[in-house]
């Protein structure tokens, strides 16, 4: 099986290039600034196809998607810079929107994408109002598409969060028990988001969307 996962070279993506080529498949990733820096890399890497690509210009990655089976779609921000163009409507939300339906016209025959089930801390209510819009406009497409909606994701190089923040989440989600009272915005590590969004992307029968917290844990 041949996996492209737009933005490959960051804090989920790599977990899923990872598990992507330890189980032997052929990884594509598709990120602005192409491979993970040199200390994020791990001899898996070799075995990726880092194509230094812009989502929002598919000119420049559109000729690798027919070989694709499944897409992963791990793009996003939590913060916004608008004189850069960074926003969550444009990142979180078009650029999903976009790349699905580049899929669907290649003939891919699954698209995932990781969204949220709840706005990050600190962070305004449009993070999340572009996620649930591009599930939306996903929802019908001519291709299965699977939407993992995490909690919180934790664990080493975090970006998004204060360090004291990550280890809050890591330490409430090293217990199950604990982890549960959190319902659908449960926190999830690194290794288990990666985990289960791999899997929905090459189990056979994967859940309805959205795909809620406990049957991500049971995936993971």
């Not at 909606?149 to 989600?173: I, M, S, T």
């Amino acid at each position: 099986m041949h996996l492209l996962i737009t933005g490959g070279n960051g804090f989920i993506g790599r977990e899923i290039c990872r598990r992507a080529v330890a189980d032997g498949h052929d990884v594509t990733s598709v990120a602005r600034s192409g491979p993970p820096s040199p200390d994020q890399r791990g001899p898996w890497a070799d075995a990726v196809t880092w194509v230094g690509a812009d989502v929002f210009n598919p000119k420049e990655y559109r000729e690798f998607l027919p070989a694709i089976d499944r897409m992963i779609h791990s793009v996003g921000v939590i913060s916004e810079t608008p004189s850069a163009g960074v926003t969550f409507e444009r990142v979180n939300g078009d650029s999903a929107i976009l790349t699905a339906l580049e899929a669907e016209r290649a003939g891919v025959e699954r698209f995932v994408y990781i969204s949220s089930s709840v706005t990050p801390p600190l962070v305004d209510d449009r993070y999340l109002d572009a996620r649930r819009r591009a599930e939306e406009s996903i929802a019908d497409l001519d291709m299965p598409v699977v939407v993992p909606r995490f909690g919180p994701v934790y664990g080493p190089d975090q970006p998004h969060f204060p360090a004291v923040v990550n280890k809050l989440f890591g330490a409430l989600g090293r217990f199950d028990a604990l982890a549960r009272q959190f319902g659908e915005d449960r926190p999830f590590s690194v290794e288990q988001a990666g985990a289960a969004t791999y899997r929905l992307a090459t189990m056979a029968d994967p859940p309805e969307s959205p795909v809620r917290a406990e049957r991500l844990a049971a995936l993971s």
